[in-house]
């Protein structure tokens, strides 16, 4: 017989359905709780995850699917479940309740509301009985229900300090105080002009791990913000020290266990400070800021390994993380067969059994990967596959004698690692595999939208940006109404769409501002790689909305949340960095990328966020490295390539390809058709003013409003940029 099924088993996030059978009498967030909870005077025990969190897992198999914790819960609260990745806009105002209370923020979040929906208590996750210090799950419940019954002033007092601590800490800082205007965003950003990147730097390298790479110790995230600035810094202003910096951490994610290197893609963090354990979910926007950053790498460094890993990156998204419409995936879980990582590590018989009758494959494979019988993970005796040894070292080690160390002896180790490769890959697949959250995010693959199509010019992969393109359409027919962007596609149709109206289209409920800004961001980016300027009206059309829905004149910035969206206890700014770039420094660098090409109107909204933002970048370019990012655009000025010619000619696509090869992370690409007005339309701002050459294209480098004369050939076109 079915178990039971809660509230939840109506929703479409795969979060939230893997809770629906849970005794727990879980309720979505929604106007039923909330007066549930107001009518019987119980407080709310929130519950936030995501569906690839282990650790999620975890507290639902020791608490949420336990009889008697269940009950309690039930008896004493009203219970709402949360989707992280559906709701960021919760997820933003309450994980900083842990935070304020002085412990670190994550996942499982669990906080403790009023019906009123202030938070009094929170923590992440909780074990079921005492342990490590940590209070039992039942513990917990028991003095938050008793504290509401019998302490209620002082519960009362506790939320309201901490909702005002959220809505003094979510805005843009204080410090940048004052009224706004183009002259005032000048002054506020020129004084850290000359520097900002210098400055910026040298807090990030005071934090740096000069042995491993990264920053910080354990645990150890990409925080690929953060590698951009260094990048920046190394390779615009010669810092040497910043260069090697971002070269050391590429090298050594891409040789840990973070790296997938049987399918590619990259984990969502390690554990430990070498890169060699890690949690094992992959995360959409992971491998795509990732994939952006190694083809910048190679773009800036010239080493084949940061191609051939952005070429594995998008190998395993299109295999894995493609929806038949063409968006991708959100993630990919962390435990199968209810163990964590049990997908992808190995043991020394595991192996054996992979490659088979084929022991110079085997060898190699065990020495390359460091495979061996005590293993490396959690003293289960497995490994978790790492570049443990370079193949010439393994090779040297398995010299037969004679021959042994000739470049035929290399070339068989290689072609045994080649097949051993292949042989465990098919193995893994064979194994029972990890669940994948198959919401399409907007926001997400808006930042690989770009990433695919950026990465696809700069390593001549039109098959990449073919897919970038496919992802948009997908996402601009189903999630796009009046420029406003919906959250997500759930089997290929807008979640919690009412159903088409006569022109077949879904209502659409809006998303959030990273969904308006990355996407927006994402239309400039296949703008630029494919010359279409449809995509300009789209990226405005877009721009037009955040703006008209989260830009506040009094808070002089982007509201994460619309206008029209949801009452909540707070309205915050998303202004700091997490895994994924900030909201409010995504919008700003949408309107100043606008700005630059298509009309100048979009950029009082850029300086004005920016003004706001700067004095805290310059203190905190750790929370806000890439605020830091945009106002270095903003204080540099753009590089802006302005080729004129036949549209789809070779010779306007040499000169466009030449600079998609060079790492400007502040490049604008445009082509101007003189047989096409609506090309010079699209980007009126830097068309005016170029004329053609008969018979020929030309490409004109533009360094603010300075413009460089015209060159006709790749190699002019390059040492312009050089």
Same mark, same amino acid.
């Given at each position: 017989?079915?178990?039971?099924?809660? +509230?939840?088993?109506?929703?479409?996030?795969?979060?939230?359905?893997?809770?629906?059978?849970?005794?727990?009498?879980?309720?979505?967030?929604?106007?039923?709780?909330?007066?549930?909870?107001?009518?019987?005077d119980?407080?709310?025990?929130?519950?936030?995850? $995501?569906?690839?969190?282990?650790?999620?897992?975890?507290m639902?198999?020791?608490?949420?699917?336990?009889?008697a914790?269940? +009950?309690?819960?039930?008896?004493?609260?009203?219970?709402?479940?949360?989707?992280?990745?559906e709701?960021?806009d919760?997820?933003?105002?309450?994980?900083?309740?842990?935070?304020?209370?002085?412990?670190?923020?994550?996942?499982?979040?669990?906080?403790?509301?009023?019906? &009123?929906?202030?938070?009094?208590?929170?923590g992440?996750?909780?074990?079921?009985?005492?342990?490590?210090?940590?209070?039992?799950?039942?513990? !917990?419940?028991?003095a938050?229900?008793d504290?509401?019954?019998n302490?209620?002033?002082?519960?009362?007092?506790?939320?309201?300090?901490?909702?005002?601590?959220i809505?003094? !800490?979510?805005?843009?800082?204080?410090?940048?105080?004052?009224?706004?205007?183009?002259?005032?965003?000048?002054s506020?950003?020129?004084?850290?002009?000359?520097?900002?990147?210098?400055r910026?730097?040298?807090?990030?390298?005071?934090?740096?791990?000069?042995?491993?790479?990264?920053?910080?110790?354990?645990p150890?995230?990409?925080?690929?913000m953060s590698l951009?600035?260094?990048?920046?810094?190394?390779?615009?202003?010669?810092?040497?020290?910043?260069?090697?910096?971002?070269?050391?951490?590429?090298?050594?994610?891409r040789?840990?266990?973070?790296?997938?290197?049987?399918r590619?893609?990259?984990?969502?963090?390690?554990?430990?400070? +070498?890169?060699?354990?890690?949690?094992?979910?992959?995360?959409?926007?992971?491998?795509?800021?990732?994939? @952006?950053?190694?083809?910048?790498?190679?773009?800036?460094?010239?080493?084949?390994?940061?191609?051939?890993?952005? @070429?594995?990156?998008?190998?395993?998204?299109?295999?894995?993380?493609?929806?038949?419409?063409?968006?991708?995936y959100?993630?990919?879980?962390?435990?199968?067969?209810?163990?964590e990582?049990?997908?992808?590590v190995?043991t020394?018989d595991?192996?054996?059994?992979?490659?088979?009758?084929?022991?110079?494959?085997?060898?190699v494979? +065990?020495?390359v990967?460091?495979?061996?019988?005590?293993?490396?993970?959690?003293?289960?005796?497995?490994?978790?596959?790492?570049?443990?040894?370079?193949?010439?070292?393994?090779?040297?080690?398995?010299?037969?004698?004679?021959?042994?160390?000739?470049?035929?002896?290399?070339?068989?180790c290689?072609?045994a690692?080649?097949?051993?490769?292949?042989?465990?890959?098919?193995?893994?697949?064979? @194994?029972?595999?990890?669940?994948r959250?198959?919401?399409?995010?907007?926001?997400?693959?808006?930042?690989?939208?770009?990433?695919?199509?950026d990465?696809?010019?700069?390593?001549?992969?039109?098959?990449?940006?073919?897919?970038?393109?496919?992802?948009?359409?997908?996402?601009?027919?189903?999630?796009v109404?009046?420029?406003?962007?919906?959250?997500?596609?759930?089997?290929?149709?807008?979640?919690?769409?009412?159903a088409?109206?006569?022109?077949g289209?879904?209502?659409?409920?809006?998303?959030?501002?990273?969904d308006?800004?990355?996407?927006?961001?994402?239309?400039?980016?296949l $703008?630029?790689?494919?010359?279409?300027? @449809?995509?300009v009206?789209?990226a405005?059309?877009?721009?037009?909305?955040?703006?008209?829905?989260h830009?506040?004149?009094?808070a002089?910035?982007?509201?994460f949340?619309?206008?029209?969206?949801?009452?909540?206890?707070?309205?915050?700014?998303?202004?700091?960095?997490?895994?994924?770039?900030?909201?409010?420094?995504?919008?700003?660098?949408?309107?100043?990328?606008?700005?630059?090409?298509?009309?100048?109107?979009?950029?009082?909204?850029?300086?004005?966020?920016?003004?706001?933002?700067?004095?805290?970048?310059?203190?905190?370019p750790?929370?806000?490295?890439?605020? !830091?990012?945009v106002l &270095?655009?903003?204080?540099?000025?753009?590089?802006?390539?302005?080729?004129?010619?036949?549209?789809?000619?070779?010779?306007?696509?040499?000169?466009?390809?030449?600079?998609f090869?060079?790492?400007?992370?502040?490049?604008?690409?445009?082509?101007?058709?003189?047989?096409?007005?609506?090309?010079?339309?699209?980007?009126?701002?830097?068309?005016?003013g170029?004329?053609?050459r008969?018979?020929s294209?030309?490409?004109y480098?533009?360094r603010?409003?300075?413009?460089?004369?015209?060159?006709?050939?790749?190699?002019?076109?390059?040492?312009?940029?050089?």
């Amino acid at each position: 017989m079915a178990s039971p099924t809660n +509230r939840l088993a109506s929703e479409s996030s795969p979060y939230l359905l893997q809770h629906a059978h849970n005794p727990v009498a879980w309720y979505p967030w929604g106007a039923e709780a909330l007066e549930l909870a107001r009518r019987e005077d119980k407080p709310i025990l929130l519950s936030i995850g $995501y569906a690839a969190c282990h650790w999620c897992h975890v507290m639902e198999r020791e608490s949420f699917e336990d009889e008697a914790i269940a +009950r309690r819960m039930n008896e004493l609260f009203v219970n709402i479940k949360v989707d992280r990745e559906e709701r960021p806009d919760l997820d933003h105002i309450y994980q900083l309740v842990v935070q304020l209370m002085g412990r670190s923020g994550g996942w499982p979040l669990t906080v403790f509301l009023t019906p &009123d929906q202030r938070p009094f208590f929170a923590g992440t996750y909780f074990p079921p009985r005492d342990k490590h210090g940590m209070p039992g799950f039942p513990k !917990v419940l028991d003095a938050v229900a008793d504290a509401y019954r019998n302490r209620r002033g002082d519960v009362e007092l506790q939320a309201k300090e901490i909702t005002q601590a959220i809505e003094r !800490v979510q805005r843009a800082p204080a410090s940048a105080a004052g009224p706004a205007s183009a002259a005032g965003a000048a002054s506020a950003v020129e004084p850290a002009s000359s520097d900002l990147l210098q400055r910026a730097s040298r807090q990030l390298l005071a934090r740096f791990d000069n042995r491993h790479g990264g920053i910080g110790t354990r645990p150890k995230f990409p925080n690929t913000m953060s590698l951009d600035v260094l990048l920046r810094r190394g390779v615009l202003e010669g810092d040497r020290v910043a260069a090697e910096s971002v070269e050391l951490t590429l090298d050594r994610m891409r040789d840990g266990g973070i790296w997938d290197h049987l399918r590619g893609g990259f984990h969502r963090y390690s554990t430990d400070e +070498r890169w060699l354990v890690p949690h094992f979910e992959k995360m959409l926007y992971d491998n795509a800021l990732l994939l @952006r950053l190694y083809a910048d790498g190679f773009r800036a460094f010239k080493k084949p390994i940061y191609a051939e890993t952005a @070429r594995e990156i998008v190998g395993y998204l299109l295999a894995e993380m493609r929806a038949p419409e063409g968006g991708f995936y959100a993630s990919q879980d962390a435990d199968s067969e209810g163990s964590e990582g049990k997908f992808f590590v190995w043991t020394l018989d595991q192996l054996r059994a992979a490659v088979g009758e084929d022991p110079l494959a085997y060898d190699v494979a +065990r020495l390359v990967f460091g495979v061996t019988e005590e293993g490396n993970f959690e003293h289960t005796g497995a490994t978790v596959l790492s570049q443990h040894r370079t193949l010439e070292q393994a090779a040297a080690i398995l010299d037969a004698g004679p021959g042994g160390g000739s470049a035929a002896h290399l070339e068989r180790c290689r072609e045994a690692l080649a097949r051993a490769r292949v042989k465990m890959l098919a193995a893994r697949e064979a @194994r029972p595999r990890p669940a994948r959250d198959d919401k399409v995010l907007a926001s997400w693959n808006g930042l690989l939208i770009g990433a695919l199509a950026d990465a696809g010019r700069a390593m001549d992969e039109p098959a990449w940006v073919d897919a970038a393109a496919r992802a948009f359409a997908a996402l601009e027919q189903k999630l796009v109404r009046g420029g406003r962007v919906g959250r997500y596609l759930k089997d290929g149709a807008p979640a919690g769409a009412k159903a088409a109206g006569g022109d077949g289209a879904a209502d659409v409920r809006p998303g959030f501002l990273d969904d308006q800004a990355y996407l927006g961001n994402a239309a400039l980016d296949l $703008y630029e790689v494919t010359s279409d300027p @449809r995509y300009v009206g789209v990226a405005r059309a877009i721009a037009d909305a955040m703006i008209a829905h989260h830009w506040d004149d009094a808070a002089r910035g982007f509201f994460f949340t619309p206008d029209d969206g949801d009452a909540l206890i707070a309205r915050t700014q998303d202004i700091y960095d997490q895994a994924a770039p900030s909201a409010t420094s995504m919008a700003a660098l949408l309107c100043l990328r606008l700005a630059e090409i298509a009309d100048e109107r979009y950029l009082p909204p850029a300086e004005r966020q920016l003004e706001a933002l700067a004095p805290a970048a310059v203190e905190n370019p750790f929370g806000l490295s890439q605020t !830091v990012c945009v106002l &270095d655009r903003l204080a540099r000025g753009s590089v802006t390539v302005v080729v004129v010619g036949e549209a789809g000619s070779s010779a306007s696509g040499e000169l466009a390809r030449e600079a998609f090869k060079a790492y400007l992370p502040n490049r604008a690409v445009v082509l101007v058709d003189p047989a096409r007005p609506e090309t010079a339309a699209a980007a009126q701002v830097v068309a005016e003013g170029k004329p053609a050459r008969p018979g020929s294209a030309v490409a004109y480098v533009c360094r603010g409003r300075t413009c460089s004369a015209p060159v006709t050939t790749p190699a002019e076109l390059k040492a312009l940029l050089g």
